[in-house]
């Protein structure tokens, strides 16, 4: 059974950068995608970026675009986020998500890592 575990999260003040991983332990990840999610408080989940994990697609939201950089490392079963120009609207909970059962569904999830952006 896959499990993902977020870590890099953080205290960072606008302007500056943080880099999440999220590593899968329990066997090889073999899956179709990994995504980032992040919730803020009172808001709703939502998409950040996502990677084909047996391909180079990927995909950002448009309020990340051109600040975010979504990457893997398939030998290390690790994805990361590298967040640049960060802004005090990109706190919330940052979440990994797996593919792995069906494709275009996100059916394993780590538990989160808090990222906040002070002004």
């Known amino acids: 059974q896959v499990q993902l575990s977020e870590s890099g999260g953080g205290l960072v003040q606008a302007g500056g950068s943080l880099r999440l991983s999220c590593a899968s332990s329990?066997?090889?990840?073999?899956?179709?995608?990994m995504g980032w999610f992040r919730q803020a408080p009172g808001k709703e989940r939502e998409i950040v970026a996502a990677?084909?994990?047996?391909?180079?697609?990927?995909y950002y939201a448009d309020s990340v675009k051109g600040r975010f950089t979504i990457s893997k490392d398939t030998a290390k079963n690790t994805a990361y986020l590298q967040m640049n120009s960060l802004k005090p609207e990109d706190s919330a909970v940052y979440y990994c998500?797996?593919?792995?059962?069906?494709?275009?569904?996100?059916?394993?999830w780590g538990q989160g890592t808090q990222v906040t952006v002070s002004s």
């Open positions: 998500a797996g593919q792995i059962a069906s494709r275009g569904v996100y059916d394993c």
């Open positions: 990677i084909m994990w047996g391909a180079s697609n990927t």
């Open positions: 329990g066997r090889t990840f073999i899956g179709y995608a």
